[in-house]
């Protein structure tokens, strides 16, 4: 079972940047679907940014497009989400997830919160105007 931590998160004023990380103790991190969600106060858990580990496909959400970029770290076992141009909008309690992929199914599949069954703690972030 993949366990998964998260890390980076903090304030940061809008136009700011932070780098968040999610470890995951794994041997099998290269054959892995992961995507970056997020969860506002009273809004539903939306996904970010989703990548698979075996050959690096990913896809954004539009509002986060240019702005964000996700990748990994085969030597740490880490997935990373750069975020620049930080918005207020983006303030958010961020998790990342992790399922078992051998392709890449496409962000139809990997946007859905449903998809995953491991999570991480999630990490907060704030940015303000």
């Known amino acids: 079972q993949v366990q998964l931590a998260e890390s980076g998160g903090g304030s940061v004023q809008a136009g700011g940047s932070l780098r968040l990380s999610c470890k995951a103790s794994?041997?099998?991190?290269?054959?892995?679907?992961m995507t970056w969600f997020r969860q506002a106060p009273g809004k539903e858990r939306e996904a970010v940014a989703s990548?698979?580990?075996?050959?690096?496909?990913?896809d954004y959400a539009a509002s986060v497009r240019g702005r964000f970029i996700i990748s990994q770290n085969n030597a740490e076992n880490t997935l990373y989400l750069q975020m620049n141009s930080l918005k207020p909008e983006d303030t958010a309690t961020y998790y990342c997830?992790?399922?078992?992929?051998?392709?890449?199914?496409?962000?139809?599949?990997?946007?859905?919160?449903?998809?995953?069954?491991?999570w991480g703690q999630g990490t907060q972030v704030t940015v303000s105007s």
């Open positions: 997830a992790a399922g078992g992929c051998r392709s890449w199914p496409g962000s139809q599949s990997t946007f859905k919160p449903s998809t995953f069954q491991v």
């Open positions: 794994t041997d099998s991190f290269r054959r892995l679907c």
């Open positions: 990548l698979y580990t075996g050959d690096r496909s990913s």
